[in-house]
Antibody
Framework: QLHLVQSGAEVKNPGASVKVSCKASGYSFTDYYMHWVRQVPGQGLEWMGRINPNSRGTNYAQKFQGRVTMTRDTSINTAYMELSRLTSDDTAVYFC?????????????????WGQGTLVTVSS | QSVLTQPPSVSAAPGQKVTISCSGSTSNIGNNYVSWYQQLPGTAPKLLIYDNNKRPSGIPDRFSGSKSGASATLGITGLQTGDEADYYCGTWDSSLIAVVFGGGTKLTVL
């Protein structure tokens, strides 16, 4: 049975960094890209980027370039998202999600499994 | 401001049908596939529709998807109180080189 289990809630001071983990089980971790999506309380979904667990290659949303780092540890089937220089605007629930992507007369990107979410609160 | 445009809210009575629209452009919906997600309060999003109109295993056929040009539609028939949730459309944007989502639509089953 496939699971994505994320680390627990975090409270950080402005200017600090946070690192959220996402442990995968039930499938071959290196066969699927892992994405990170965040949701500010009361707002919609916002894509942050993705990592190829096999190659370590990453693609980040322009908004987070320079502030986000996505990594993985294949020995424990875990993906990580680190966000630096936190402000109150970064208070949100952060989700990892497994990508199913392909190309056939257009790009097909969708997320078939999601982690439970990690609440990151930025407050002094 | 989301790249994809959805109505903020829709409502209908139990047993009725509702549709949720998702409008984009040629750089996203117009040339790529659309997916839809259901998010119940306090939970992670759940995949409902992928590749415009395909349902994952376990999703009832009360849920359907369609696409025409740069717009997509999610349809839900036989509404149940358990369908009350936020619904999001998503796709790839070839100009932004990013996954983009709609702002979400809150479904109320009256």
């Amino acid at each position: 049975q496939l699971h994505l289990v994320q680390s627990g809630a975090e409270v950080k001071n402005p200017g600090a960094s946070v690192k959220v983990s996402c442990k995968a089980s039930g499938y071959s971790f290196t066969d699927y890209y892992m994405h990170w999506v965040r949701q500010v309380p009361g707002q919609g979904l916002e894509w942050m980027g993705r990592i190829n667990p096999n190659s370590r290659g990453t693609n980040y949303a322009q908004k987070f370039q320079g502030r986000v780092t996505m990594t993985r540890d294949t020995s424990i089937n875990t993906a990580y998202m680190e966000l630096s220089r936190l402000t109150s605007d970064d208070t949100a629930v952060y989700f990892c999600a497994r990508e199913r992507g392909s190309y056939s007369n257009g790009w097909s990107y969708y997320f078939d499994f999601w982690g439970q979410g990690t609440l990151v609160t930025v407050s002094s | 401001q989301s790249v994809l445009t959805q109505p903020p809210s829709v409502s209908a009575a139990p047993g009725q049908k509702v549709t949720i629209s998702c409008s984009g452009s040629t750089s996203n919906i117009g040339n790529n596939y659309v997916s839809w997600y259901q998010q119940l309060p306090g939970t992670a999003p759940k995949l409902l529709i992928y590749d415009n109109n395909k349902r994952p295993s376990g999703i009832p056929d009360r849920f359907s998807g369609s696409k025409s040009g740069a717009s997509a539609t999610l349809g839900i028939t036989g509404l149940q109180t358990g369908d009350e949730a936020d619904y999001y459309c998503g796709t790839w944007d070839s100009s932004l080189i990013a996954v983009v989502f709609g702002g979400g639509t809150k479904l109320t089953v009256l």
